[in-house]
């Protein structure tokens, strides 16, 4: 089954030829990444920021701070979550996965065919997941010239094959790939989502569909979800039928009663229809996301 589509990368203009394009520096000194995050209940942003430097397991590493803010109706909450620590090489990143040591992150130097496998987590979950590059190039990133890569992430033990592209420096666009605390790795939305924006003193990178790189959140936020969503069958067994009036274009996100992300994907018609048929019987919660931010969500039971 294909999750998801690979994220075009022709708003990077220009784009050029690869040859003769050297590595560009991974997580200089304040740097940050901005995620969407949304759960069961909460919407908001995780904030990753490069604050300094440490030395882990005889490796110099870069320390890099997260923060997720989320709102429930009119409260906003700040939660600052576990730090962690990467460095680069050679056009290769790495991560420091506690117990286990550094782990490839990102690997710049793959040709088209190229594989490797995501980070390694301590825990017993699919440990067979790897990215294998389908495409490559190079394009300009405020006039910063840039390789990137489209890459299919598979994970054979659910015969899923979740589509991304990863730009030098920025990292992935539609996956959250920083540590975990639930499986699936890099689609794990219980943590955070897609990439809205990345910052640092050379570069201002901000997603095509995201009007602010953070979500206001409040208030304000309460009536961004007017528009019900509808599910039908409920309950049902495989196929369904999602119904989000005024909104033609949207990302819908299913989760289970553990806050685990089974099943990701772009609806482009405002009444659609998603095989959710692998997915085991239960409750489940799905949330949909339009480009403008807006959000609904609804309970499912698949039996």
Known sequence: M???KHVAVAVFLPLIMAGGVSAQGWFPIGASWTYNY??????????????????????????????RTYGLG??????????YCVHES?????????????DTLYNMNAAIGDRWNLSSLPEQCDSTSYLEVVDDGVAAVDGVQLRWMAVDIHFPELN?????TIIERIGTLVSYFPPQNFCLAAVDGSEG????????????????????????LGL???????VALELNPNPGSGFLQLNWPGNRTFNLMVQDAMGRTLYRN????????VDLSPIPNGLYFLLVTAPNGKQASAKWIKR
């Open 160 to 164: 899923w094959v979740f589509q991304d």
């Open 266 to 273: 772009r609806v482009l018609e405002e009444t659609g229809t």
């Open 74 to 83: 009119s409260n906003v909450y700040t939660l600052h979550l576990e730090p």
């Open 220 to 226: 304000n936020e309460q009536h961004k979800a007017d």
């Open 90 to 102: 050679d056009g290769m990143a790495f991560i420091h996965v506690p117990g286990i040591g550094f």
């Open 193 to 216: 989502g897609s990439l809205r924006c990345y910052q640092d003193g050379e570069i201002n990178f901000q997603a095509t569909w995201a009007e602010e790189c953070e979500i206001s």
């Open 38 to 67: 949304a759960d069961q209940l909460f919407a908001g942003y995780v904030t990753h920021v490069v604050t300094g430097d440490s030395v882990l397991d005889g490796q110099s590493c870069r320390v890099i701070d997260v923060t």
């Open 2 to 4: 294909k999750v998801g």
